[in-house]
């Protein structure tokens, strides 16, 4: 199966909270990252947590890390309809060749 | 901070002819350089890495090749094109904590 698992597909209502939910499956990994990607564009770095942190958060951004259970959540507060893209979840891990694992994306469409 | 130029931005080539895609950082020294492949409607798969000069590591069995000739120059190239070869191509950098995208490579090829 995958390393890095996402599901694909979000809606939410302009306004509200969204919740983009990440499970891993390495114990090894280090640091875990979310990314964005607009239509057409790369990929824009939101966030990361170290392994050894429960909660990281920036202005309308929370990371929750559950290391027990290796699941990782995004919380968008007070979503717009310009946070409509793709998220990546992605770990690098402890070993080896210090490359980024992604998930396969969650599409988050805000409706107005 | 790092900055992470790729060109070109978008590319479309025939089926059989070969391949350039050129990476370049500035802002810092002696990163690890990977080359990124996201197929259509999917994630992301890591094709090449690197740790130095002249040091390439292939994550998967490809028709493309990478070549880092410069410390902060880093190539991905094929002979011949396949159409599977079609996808967006990042370059990314890490310097430590944080993995630094360039703006990308949309390549079709027919």
């Known amino acids: 199966g995958e390393d890095v698992e996402q599901s694909l597909f979000l809606s939410v209502r302009e306004g509200d909270s969204s919740v983009i939910n990440c499970t891993y499956t390495d114990s090894s990994s280090t640091y875990l990252y979310w990314y964005k990607q607009e239509p057409g564009a790369g990929l824009q770095l939101l966030t990361y947590i170290f392994s050894n942190m429960d909660m990281k958060q920036d202005q309308r951004l929370t990371v929750l890390l559950n290391k027990k259970d290796k699941h990782l959540s995004l919380r968008i507060a007070d979503t717009q309809t310009g946070d409509s893209a793709i998220y990546f979840c992605?770990?690098?891990?402890?070993?080896?060749?210090?490359?980024?694992?992604f998930g396969s994306g969650t599409r988050l469409q805000v409706q107005p | 901070s790092q900055t992470i130029h790729q060109w070109p931005a978008t590319l479309v080539q025939p089926v059989g002819s070969p391949l350039s895609l050129e990476c370049t950082v500035e802002g810092t020294s002696n990163p690890n350089l990977y080359w990124y492949r996201q197929a259509a409607g999917r994630g992301l798969q890591l094709l090449f890495y690197s740790v130095g000069i002249g040091q390439i590591s292939s994550e998967v069995p490809q028709n493309l090749s990478a070549s880092r000739p410069q410390d902060r120059q880093f190539i991905l190239s094929s002979k011949k094109l396949l159409l599977s070869d079609s996808g967006f191509y990042l370059c990314a950098c890490f310097p430590f904590g944080e993995q630094f995208f360039g703006p990308g490579t949309r390549l079709t090829v027919l």
């Open positions: 992605a770990e690098i891990r402890r070993t080896g060749r210090r490359a980024l694992t």
